[in-house]
């Protein structure tokens, strides 16, 4: 079994056709069981050959985290049995196996993943942390030519139709990452305002959406993370001045236990403050929140898809709503066939830190969620903006960056976007991004730039 991590499918092919027949897995003509294999926004493409002794093959280590290992039991052109194996490395007495699946003849047709198997999800309550992969049966060197996901282009953001653009319309404001402990709650704790530079500009919107990345709340205690942000119930009168909505779907909600999210819902509550993605239980936290402006109808869904998963809510307990892709599909339809949204827009959690280009992932859910009747998806997370598409003619703006948040150096991650979008009954009209640059205190500027994006 070979194991080849972050290898795009241009560079895979460029190793194949100099015949690095040992980092290829080409050697052999007969059939291979090739998995794609995905945790932490990262893919690995693992190759099994068929072999004799099993005992052999050893495993794959995935950031230190999870370890995944294909066995395909056979000889020369037969695979007679495939085991596919998963381990959590953190649990006690690791590795310990957490998962095991066995395959055997007739095997499911199809070369292109996940064809044999399907996708399948492996949690780790240890870690709060998944592992998905999914296999399919190759035959010898098409195999590794065809190894890794397909090449992901980025369509430059085109112009939205203005056909059926007749009636009343809205105006739609979404911003980043809004974190208020910190430097951010010692700005308020003195009597100043971190959005006093943008108030102007957001108030010209009928809407207003943000991610709000901590908890706000007095109890609780802080959980083992790298990273854990509260904030005082004193930040809310300012947070209500402006902004509308705001998203609990992230991993910073659950930063001091549910004691202190559940005080965080009734702080909101009492505050007359609206927040989506987030509740008492499951049903509550996947409850789309519904808004009506001039007639028009606008559903807005939330969903965090970043560590950890100990956040999410449960049928009887507190917490955020969890991105599985089934739940995210059908909270779309029916937000539209149960509450009569005519504009549907999820705001997810989601992407790799850092990066500046959604991943293959993002994507591929994106337009999953677009046609299921979304009529925009927007994005939150990585701490810098990422790029844009448009699909089939609706716009998928993938981060917005940081809004609200202090601690960060690098310009990447001190400029955000605010996203303006005007929508009708028809969907998204028009929409365009404007740029901030954060201070040292973490509060937003205007930049008076162009930004690089728009239609």
């Known amino acids: 079994m070979i194991a080849l991590p972050f290898l795009s499918p241009l560079m895979w092919r460029r190793a194949c056709a100099l015949a690095v027949a040992a980092a290829c897995g080409a050697a052999q003509a007969g059939p291979t069981v090739h998995c794609e294999v995905r945790y932490a926004s990262q893919t690995w493409q693992v190759t099994a050959q068929p072999t004799s002794d099993p005992l052999s093959v050893p495993s794959v280590t995935l950031n230190k985290r999870f370890a995944f290992k294909a066995v395909a039991r056979g000889a020369g052109e037969r695979i007679d049995q495939v085991s596919l194996y998963a381990y959590d490395l953190e649990a006690e007495g690791a590795p310990a196996l957490i998962h095991q699946q066995r395959l055997s003849p007739p095997f499911a047709s199809g070369t292109q993943v996940p064809a044999l198997t399907g996708w399948q999800h492996v949690y780790s309550s240890v870690l709060g942390r998944e592992l998905v992969y999914g296999c399919a049966l190759r035959q010898g060197q098409a195999a590794a030519l065809e190894a890794g996901p397909a090449p992901v282009s980025v369509p430059v953001p085109e112009p939205l139709s203005p056909a059926a653009a007749i009636g009343p319309a809205v105006t739609l404001a979404f911003v980043g990452d809004v974190m208020l402990a910190d430097g951010p709650g010692r700005v308020i704790a003195r009597g100043r305002d971190p959005f006093a530079h943008v108030a102007e500009r957001l108030r010209r919107a009928d809407v207003r959406i943000a991610n709000l990345e901590c908890v706000v709340a007095t109890g609780g205690r802080a959980l083992d993370k790298p990273w854990t942000f509260r904030a005082h119930p004193r930040v809310l009168p300012v947070l209500q001045r402006h902004v509308d909505v705001v998203s609990?779907?992230?991993?910073?909600?659950?930063?001091?236990?549910?004691?202190?999210?559940?005080?965080?819902?009734?702080?909101?509550?009492?505050?007359?403050?609206?927040?989506?993605?987030?509740?008492?239980?499951?049903?509550?936290?996947?409850?789309?929140?519904?808004?009506?402006?001039?007639?028009?109808?606008?559903?807005?869904?939330?969903?965090?898809?970043?560590?950890?998963?100990?956040?999410?809510?449960?049928?009887?307990?507190?917490?955020?709503?969890?991105?599985?892709?089934?739940?995210?599909?059908?909270?779309?339809?029916?937000?539209?066939?149960?509450?009569?949204?005519?504009?549907?827009?999820?705001?997810?959690?989601?992407?790799?830190?850092?990066?500046?280009?959604?991943?293959?992932?993002?994507?591929?859910?994106?337009?999953?969620?677009?046609?299921?009747?979304?009529?925009?998806?927007?994005?939150?997370?990585?701490?810098?903006?990422?790029?844009?598409?448009?699909?089939?003619?609706?716009?998928?703006?993938?981060?917005?960056?940081?809004?609200?948040?202090?601690?960060?150096?690098?310009?990447?991650?001190?400029?955000?976007?605010?996203?303006?979008?005007?929508?009708?009954?028809?969907?998204?009209?028009?929409?365009?991004?404007?740029?901030?640059?954060?201070?040292?205190?973490?509060?937003?500027?205007?930049?008076?730039v162009p930004s690089p994006a728009g239609g």
């Open 248 to 448: 609990l779907a992230n991993n910073h909600s659950g930063d001091f236990g549910r004691e202190a999210f559940t005080e965080m819902l009734g702080l909101l509550e009492r505050a007359g403050l609206p927040q989506v993605g987030g509740g008492r239980n499951l049903r509550e936290a996947h409850r789309a929140h519904l808004i009506e402006r001039r007639g028009v109808k606008i559903a807005l869904l939330a969903y965090n898809g970043f560590f950890p998963r100990h956040f999410e809510a449960g049928v009887d307990h507190a917490g955020v709503a969890w991105s599985e892709e089934e739940q995210v599909l059908d909270g779309i339809r029916r937000a539209r066939s149960e509450l009569g949204a005519d504009v549907v827009i999820p705001f997810m959690h989601w992407g790799t830190e850092g990066e500046g280009r959604a991943n293959a992932q993002q994507r591929e859910l994106a337009r999953r969620m677009i046609e299921a009747g979304a009529d925009a998806v927007v994005g939150a997370h990585p701490h810098v903006v990422q790029d844009t598409e448009v699909h089939r003619g609706k716009p998928i703006v993938y981060s917005l960056g940081n809004f609200v948040f202090d601690g960060f150096d690098s310009l990447d991650a001190r400029t955000g976007w605010m996203l303006f979008m005007t929508v009708g009954r028809e969907g998204v009209r028009r929409w365009h991004v404007e740029a901030v640059r954060t201070d040292v205190e973490g509060t937003p500027h205007p930049l008076p």
